[in-house]
């Protein structure tokens, strides 16, 4: 009577069948291989998965032993439609593998511990296997990477590249002159896979059609081939520093702050600036201080301490992931990377439970970490999600700043009454205030402070110099004091001749008469028109007699106010309503000069 075995998808993929015949420990059995192992190894390799290539490799090395002779080997059994391969991860694809045993009296082989208890519970006559894990072997890709190797770049038809050098400071290098083949990178891709095998330290982290994330210990790969990518590619990157959080600039500052209780801190900079090890020391930094530490990272690549659980997303979601560590409560939870709308949605949502969050950033100014916060979290929450930023570049830190939130007039404006809430922005070693984020209107400004702000005389002293200047320039002119006795006087280009004199007589005479300093340059300046204001029921009208369809910017006081378009009646129109109009309405009222300036059309 004849003996059948029934391989189910692991041992396949594990190459166990073949193994077991070279040693006869499968003599006078028959193999038989359901058509749904068929089915889902195509499926997978279809998808660009390594283990639907092995296992179809395996079902080509069983053929080969049949036509030798050395087993029998059949299909059997109907192919899954689309439905059943989708729903493989329910257990649709076991149950046909399994049907086809039962139906056969077969013995029964798996290496997969959930079919191995399903099976004993249905009577079957079936044997576990533990999943083949072989002895850690060196892979050919370790034999590019050297002490100060950052990252190594391969590709079929490019010659194989590596950034090397130290942190902020890498430069790519040519590691051959011969452009590397498809075989060759084929081949080392599947070392890659059995490495993941036998590492302990090795697993995948990600695989999709044409991709796949693996990390081997520190080691972070990612393997492309079409149709994701033109070509077969391989990067493998590893940290090449680990650096204690005593290292760094502000060190001490960021001590205290770190242990006055739970913080929300924004590390940002570059890519490569070294944002990652910052916070691997940080993360040690925590732990030494008794404090407890999670990370939620994806992929999982910080160096962090066996005492630091690394926390990748939970089948598939940051926000799953987020509801287990809330359950756990860390002190604090260093994420790395927050770059999408639900990763800020994820930070500011633990935060604001009370943990401590550090999360990594990708920005190129300190100000552009926060403002990818906008948006995404309310204006008037930021301080309470992020109350640090500390911006990295080339390794150091080159800037440390302080969110706060306070109620008052923003830089720039002067009534008392237009206070509103106001984040601000300041510079922790100096404690100048850099930025502003608030309301106007609908929108949310983010506005540079200016860091010699205008002293109140110097307005008086303009008027004086711009009264004495129009007596020796025709057309439009600027003038911006710089300092309590310089200044810079910019004129249309055919009036510098003018101003200056021969041999700078004229702008000496000027300098004697003011006793100020002037810088005179040239550009083209708007022409700038007084308009005559109108107040009708509804609307506040600004008549400029000129410039229909025309671009031209309102000022009043010298500030700018909007920027509109000149309507056909040479008027600009606008409701009373608006907060636009009441402002000019108030400053007129206090005496400040309202000025039009057209906007000269691009040439």
């Not at 391989?234 to 006055?260: M, N, W």
């Not at 950033?361 to 640090?388: C, F, S, W, Y």
């Not at 025309?550 to 909007?562: H, Q, Y």
């Not at 009646?569 to 009441?582: F, H, L, V």
Request: aromatic share 4%.
């Amino acid at each position: 009577m004849v003996q059948y075995l029934v391989p189910d998808t692991s041992v396949v993929i594990d190459g166990r069948v073949s193994a077991r015949v070279k040693t006869g420990g499968l003599s006078g059995k028959r193999v038989v291989v359901p058509e749904a192992v068929v089915a889902e190894l195509e499926a997978q390799a279809n998808h660009g998965r390594e283990t639907g290539i092995k296992g179809l490799e395996e079902l080509r090395r069983l053929s080969e032993l049949a036509k030798a002779g050395k087993i029998e080997l059949e299909y059997v059994g109907t192919r899954p439609d689309l439905d059943q391969i989708k729903l493989a991860g329910g257990g649709e694809i076991d149950a046909m593998i399994r049907d086809v045993a039962l139906e056969l009296g077969a013995s029964f082989l798996t290496s997969d511990s959930i079919q191995y208890r399903v099976a004993q519970a249905m009577g079957l006559d079936v044997e576990y296997v533990r999943p083949q894990r072989d002895e850690v072997k060196s892979i050919s890709l370790e034999k590019y990477f050297t002490a100060d190797t950052l990252s190594i770049h391969l590709k079929e038809g490019a010659v194989p590249m590596a950034k090397r050098g130290k942190v902020g400071d890498f430069s790519l290098v040519k590691l051959d002159d011969k452009p590397m083949r498809e075989r060759e990178l084929r081949e080392m891709s599947r070392e890659i896979y059995e490495r993941v095998k036998a590492d302990p330290e090795g697993y995948i982290e990600m695989e999709k059609n044409g991709a796949a994330i693996i990390q081997l210990g520190p080691v972070r790969i990612a393997i492309a081939k079409p149709p994701f990518s033109d070509g077969l590619e391989i990067t493998a990157v590893r940290p090449v520093a680990r650096v204690g959080l005593d290292t760094y600039r502000h060190a001490d500052v960021l001590k205290s702050r770190l242990q006055e209780g739970q913080r929300g801190i924004l590390i940002a900079g570059p890519p490569g600036s070294g944002k990652s090890t910052f916070a691997a020391g940080v993360a040690e930094f925590l732990l030494k201080c008794s404090r407890v530490v999670k990370t939620l990272e994806s992929p999982r690549d910080l160096q962090v301490p066996n005492e630091i659980t690394q926390y990748a997303p939970l089948e598939g979601s940051m926000e799953a992931s987020a509801e287990i560590l809330l359950l756990v409560r860390p002190d604090y939870t260093i994420y790395d990377e927050v770059r999408k709308t639900k990763d800020f949605l994820v930070f500011a949502d633990m935060r604001l439970a009370g943990v401590g969050m550090i999360g990594v950033v990708h920005a190129n100014k300190p100000i552009d970490a926060l403002q990818r916060l906008l948006g995404r979290v309310e204006l008037g929450m930021i301080p309470q999600v992020v109350d640090t930023v500390v911006f990295i570049e080339k390794g150091e830190v080159t800037k440390l700043m302080e969110v706060e939130f306070v109620v008052k007039v923003p830089d720039g404006m002067v009534e008392a009454d237009l206070a509103r809430p106001v984040i601000v922005v300041r510079d922790f070693e100096t404690r100048a205030v850099e930025y502003e984020m608030y309301t106007y209107g609908d929108q949310i400004v983010v506005m540079a402070v200016s860091k010699a702000p205008k002293k109140p005389i110097w307005k008086l002293a303009s008027r004086e110099i711009e009264k004495e200047l129009a007596q020796h320039v025709k057309g439009p002119f600027e003038v911006e004091m710089l300092t309590d006795s310089s200044m810079v006087v910019t004129v249309p280009e055919k009036e510098a001749a003018r101003v200056i004199g021969k041999s700078g007589r004229n702008i000496e005479q000027i300098e004697r008469t003011l006793g100020m300093r002037i810088d005179v340059r040239t550009r083209d300046i708007p022409q700038i028109i007084v308009p005559r204001v109108e107040e009708t029921t509804r609307h506040l009208v600004l008549w400029v007699g000129e410039g229909a369809g025309e671009s031209a910017e309102v000022f009043i006081g010298g500030d700018l106010v909007f920027t509109a378009t000149i309507g056909r009646r040479g008027d600009i129109r606008m409701a009373k309503s608006t907060e636009m109009s009441k402002q000019i309405l108030r400053r007129l009222k206090k005496g400040d000069r309202l000025e039009v300036r057209l906007i000269a059309p691009a040439e």
